[in-house]
């Protein structure tokens, strides 16, 4: 399926017009990986390429580059991304049990997306809001003193 | 402009916006105009006061009087009320106890607090984020309009140094020394960095100062690179704090309308540009020269040291590299003197410190302290002690990297060197207390596992040495441990210690050496007797359902 952005614009020209106003410095890269990421929800090979023909940097440091950060990913991904918590605050704050029932609700092992594209679960580390710990959070919506028994409500709100 | 008599505050929390705490905004600002108190009381949202179940809270000060939940139909009541009449509407009030210390500050919870000492925190919740004018009635970039026109370079650094304030970011190296180091470095381009990444398990205390307070962050770097002999600076914030970048971009737009940064400084030849980079979520890239290789377009790898930042950092460029909360502190230094900071605190660690207080206790939150005051006075005091009059059987200070420490070392007091004496570390602030429900190792696990999924790969006693541990930890809890595996642990935490490249590989072993230095009596029971004391791990329910 060939990704498009949004306004009918095909991925190269995307790339090509973000090139063009944050220039091809090295040093922006991270920044359009970041808007590309944003746009088609995760990074191409179609746009690796683009890039690194109008920075003139290899693939493989893009690609390196692309994997090395949480926030970007290689892989298409489900419509909402539910990033669980897995540190030790949230942990000791009754983490464990709202995450055996967020993996029973929606039938996903960790980093899967499920058959309807509809969801990633993926897990991360500490996001800076652990005085509401455990924390779940869905798309930029943070979900705080989430309980096993909330999360199946917590899901309903997305389609 | 007019007095302001008083200040309302909206929560401003995601929860908070859920519930409506914007419609409630809204119709605080229409009553307020329709009784005409436009200009005496000012309306603000501010964050991180969420309590879930009485959100939006609406704030009052100086009165301290806080209401919850609030609806934009209880407005016009609480307007006509309190703010027009000075009647508190009492059905509407609720307690600043149920706040459970996320609160910012209140004037009343102060009172039963005595020892909260407020520098780094100094504005935070009480001043709108978004609006410098607000922030220089507050005493506002009157520090950088002294050291530029009263005080040379030497000087600021001389007062810094002066001052004895160490850096915050986990180190706790003497801030003024780095300042001269950086000074002293040749090259004409110098780098003045924020280190804004603050992504230490339990640490959040950079964000509250980016979110509520961020023009002094932007005033204290440039009075740094005034200092060393930088024109250009960046906020490397991590990339999942959006609030805090918005609030950070905004306050450095209006810091330029106003010719407070760019060219020609309050008409000296100072000038400062200011950019932000958001981080793009790596733990590893809080270390400095991960950092620094991450905003040049690289992988966050750390790079060999030395040759350190401070004389070939960003670009190969001598560069200063500070933290949120180490910043925050230099206004408040330069306005009152180094005399005044020293005062505060214990001699070797002066001023003040910002802790994190999560985990099995009554009250979480945050609190800023003077330096020296003991794990048992924050849980007794601040935290309210421990959650269902439980135990206190460990506490991890400093995030992840942090130490593991026992109940017998509650009285040390927490300062830079009465820990390290102890043979402890401080790290980032963040205290996670744990009842004896907790198990040790199944906190381990779980410390092992985020260092694991962290460490950035580029050595091996690091790449390896955290999974070979994780899984040995997994082996452990699951009831097949060996005692060789007691002794592999051992040995993998010292060589995690002895051969890593950075920080993150020589800290990472600090829990495996803690858990069996203070609780290997419990490590040996899941090993010898195939039993987790405390219940958590996994074998122990194979365990009870055998007996039953
Ligand atoms: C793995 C690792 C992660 C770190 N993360 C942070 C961080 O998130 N924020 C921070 O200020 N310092 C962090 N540091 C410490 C920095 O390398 C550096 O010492 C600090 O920013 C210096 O500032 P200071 O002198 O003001 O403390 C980290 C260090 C290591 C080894
Ligand atoms: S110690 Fe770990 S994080 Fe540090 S450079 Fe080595 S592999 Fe990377
Ligand atoms: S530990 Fe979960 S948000 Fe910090």
């Known amino acids: 399926m060939p990704v498009e952005v949004k306004g009918g614009q095909d991925v190269r020209s995307f790339v090509r017009t973000l090139v063009e106003e944050q220039g091809s410095e090295k040093a922006e890269l991270i920044p359009i990986l970041h808007e590309i990421n944003h746009e088609l929800g995760y990074i191409s090979d179609e746009a690796i390429q683009e890039l690194s023909d109008r920075m003139h940097i290899p693939t493989s440091h893009i690609f390196s580059v692309a994997t090395f950060y949480r926030m970007l990913s290689t892989e298409p991904r489900g419509r909402h991304v539910i990033q669980f918590c897995e540190s030790a605050p949230c942990h000791v704050a009754g983490g464990r049990q709202v995450w055996q029932s967020l993996q029973k609700e929606l039938g996903l092992e960790k980093g899967e997306t499920s058959a309807d594209e509809k969801w990633t679960l993926i897990t991360t580390s500490c996001l800076g809001v652990c005085g509401i710990g455990p924390v779940i959070i869905i798309d930029h919506d943070i979900y705080g003193n989430v309980t096993p028994e909330q999360v199946p409500n917590l899901l309903k709100n997305y389609d | ?548």
């Not at chain 2, 900071?341 to 070797?348: D, E, F, L, M, Q």
Request: aromatic residues 8%.
């Open chain 2, 1 to 548: 402009m007019k007095a302001i008599r008083s200040m309302v505050l909206v929560s401003g929390d995601q929860v908070s916006l859920n519930h409506g705490a914007l419609e409630v905004f809204n119709a605080l600002q229409q009553q307020l105009a329709a009784f005409g108190l436009e200009e005496e009381i000012t309306v603000s949202m501010v964050n991180d006061v969420n309590k879930p179940g009485l959100d939006p809270l609406v704030l009052v000060y100086p009165d301290a009087v806080i209401y919850g939940s609030v609806t934009p139909e209880d407005v016009p009541h609480l307007v006509e009320e309190h703010l027009y009449k000075g009647r508190v509407v009492a059905e509407k009030q609720i307690s600043p106890y149920d706040l459970t210390g996320r609160i910012a500050w209140l004037s009343a919870r102060k009172g039963t607090l005595p020892a909260e000492h407020r520098i780094v925190l100094k504005n935070v919740g009480l001043i709108d984020p978004e609006n410098i004018d607000d922030y220089i009635l507050h005493d506002g970039y009157e520090a950088l309009a002294k050291v530029l026109r009263e005080m040379t370079p030497e000087d600021t650094i001389n007062e810094i140094k002066a001052s004895g304030l160490r850096g915050r970011g986990g180190a706790g190296f003497p801030t003024g020394l780095k300042w001269q180091f950086v000074a002293g470095a040749k090259g004409e381009k110098k780098y003045v960095i924020c280190n804004a990444d603050e992504s230490e398990p339990g640490t959040f205390k950079d964000r509250l100062v980016l979110e509520g307070d961020p023009h002094s962050i932007i005033e204290a770097m440039m009075i740094g690179a005034y200092a060393v002999g930088a024109n250009e600076g960046f906020v490397y914030i991590r990339g999942e704090y959006r609030l805090a970048i918005h609030r950070m971009q905004k306050a450095i737009e209006q810091a330029e309308a106003y010719g407070l940064l760019g060219d020609n400084i309050f008409g000296t030849d100072f000038s400062f540009k200011l950019h932000i980079h958001a981080g793009a979520g790596a733990y590893i890239c809080g270390e400095e020269t991960a950092l620094i290789e991450s905003i040049e377009g690289n992988r966050g790898e750390p790079r060999p040291r030395p040759p350190y930042p401070t004389t070939a950092g960003l670009w190969q460029k001598p560069t200063l590299v500070n933290n949120v909360e180490t910043l925050a502190n230099i206004t408040a230094i330069i306005r009152n003197g180094a005399a005044w900071y020293k005062a505060i605190g214990t001699t070797s660690s002066p001023g003040t410190k910002v802790y994190t207080i999560l985990g099995n206790v009554n009250v979480t939150g945050l609190i800023e302290v003077p330096m020296g005051i003991t794990l048992r006075e924050v849980v007794s005091i601040y935290a309210k002690g421990m959650k269902d009059g439980a135990n206190f059987k460990l506490a991890q200070t400093g995030g992840s990297s942090g130490s593991i420490i026992p109940a017998s070392l509650q009285d040390t007091p927490m300062d830079f060197d009465s820990f390290s004496k102890a043979g402890v570390s401080l790290g980032s602030g963040a205290l996670l207390i744990c009842n004896e429900d907790v198990c040790v190792v199944d906190l381990a696990k779980v410390l092992l596992n985020f260092f694991r999924f962290e460490s950035c790969g580029k050595c091996n006693p690091c790449r390896i040495g955290n999974r070979r541990s994780y899984e040995v930890l997994c082996n452990i809890a699951e009831g097949v441990g060996t005692e060789q595996d007691l002794k592999d642990l051992q040995m993998m935490a010292d060589q995690l210690y002895q051969l890593s490249n950075c920080g993150l590989g020589q800290t990472a072993g600090s829990p495996l050496r803690d858990i069996l230095a203070h609780f290997r009596a419990e490590v040996e029971a899941h090993i010898k007797l195939k039993v987790c004391p405390a219940g958590v791990c996994p074998m122990s329910g194979h365990r009870v359902y055998q007996i039953d």
